[in-house]
């Protein structure tokens, strides 16, 4: 055996505990910010580690095939004509699809990304807006596309954020779940874990659509999926 090959396992095991102990570290500094904290956080030091989008590997060209495809039927199906794009990231993607529509809005919390976004993308269709999904007043909407974010925020973060979907009498939810997930778990806000929107705190109905995203990006959750509710049946 060479040296090599023994010493390849113990670097890999040390980069293993140093990469667990630097997130748990990040995690417990995230306990003493607030969300606009946290999400610049995320940004400006690229947590997700994104190569191609600086939402993550989440948002590559090859994961989000499916919705690109996809979310353009699903919106003429429903006769969908704005759309709030809540939250848009940096629109990586999302720019691909042909969408059908009278007015979009980005927004997201990072002020940063909603500048470049409006300068690279903005026009007189798109419009991208800085807020904090959480607590800021909403435009009421024929849909709200709200892709890897109640993933990212703790149960009462993700309520807040809900319950002012559901204040600004928009009409459809269109959202991440992963269906059969044992149960939801609570995080800090900027950690992550699937959830499935079915289960407890969130107890969503039954979903009108379902589109599964088919995603290769974690082999642990092949399920990663996007529901689509009215806001008026989510009792919260
Ligand atoms: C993983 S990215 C997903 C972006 C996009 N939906 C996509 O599919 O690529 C999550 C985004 O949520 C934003 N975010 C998190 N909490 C937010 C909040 N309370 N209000 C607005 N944006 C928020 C973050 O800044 C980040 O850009």
């Known amino acids: 055996m060479s040296k090599n090959t023994i010493l390849k396992p113990i670097k890999s095991f040390f980069d293993y505990v140093s990469f667990n102990l630097q997130y748990e570290l990040m995690l417990l500094s995230y306990r003493g910010k607030n969300r606009k904290e946290v999400f610049n956080d995320i940004y400006y030091r690229n947590r997700w580690g994104g190569q191609e989008s600086i939402s993550g590997r989440g948002s590559t060209l090859k994961q989000t095939s499916v919705i690109i495809q996809k979310l353009p039927r699903l919106l003429e199906k429903l006769n969908a004509k704005i759309m709030l794009d809540a939250p848009c990231g940096d629109f990586y993607w999302l720019k691909e699809a042909q969408l059908n529509l009278e007015k979009y809005i980005g927004c997201d919390i990072v002020a940063d990304l909603i500048t470049t976004n409006q300068s690279s993308y903005g026009n007189e269709i798109r419009e991208f807006i800085n807020l904090d999904l959480a607590t800021d007043p909403l435009p009421q909407v024929d849909l709200i596309f709200c892709r890897d974010c109640l993933v990212h925020l703790s149960f009462k973060d993700a309520l807040a954020v809900i319950k002012n979907f559901k204040k600004s009498n928009s009409t459809y939810l269109l959202t991440t779940t992963y269906p059969g997930?044992?149960?939801?778990?609570?995080?800090?806000?900027?950690?992550?874990?699937?959830?499935d929107l079915r289960l407890p705190p969130y107890n969503f109905p039954d979903v009108l659509e379902i589109i599964d995203e088919e995603s290769t990006e974690r082999k642990d959750y092949p399920q990663k999926s996007l529901g689509l509710w009215k806001l008026s049946d989510i009792d919260l």
């Open 181 to 195: 997930i044992i149960e939801n778990k609570d995080i800090v806000t900027g950690d992550w874990r699937a959830i």
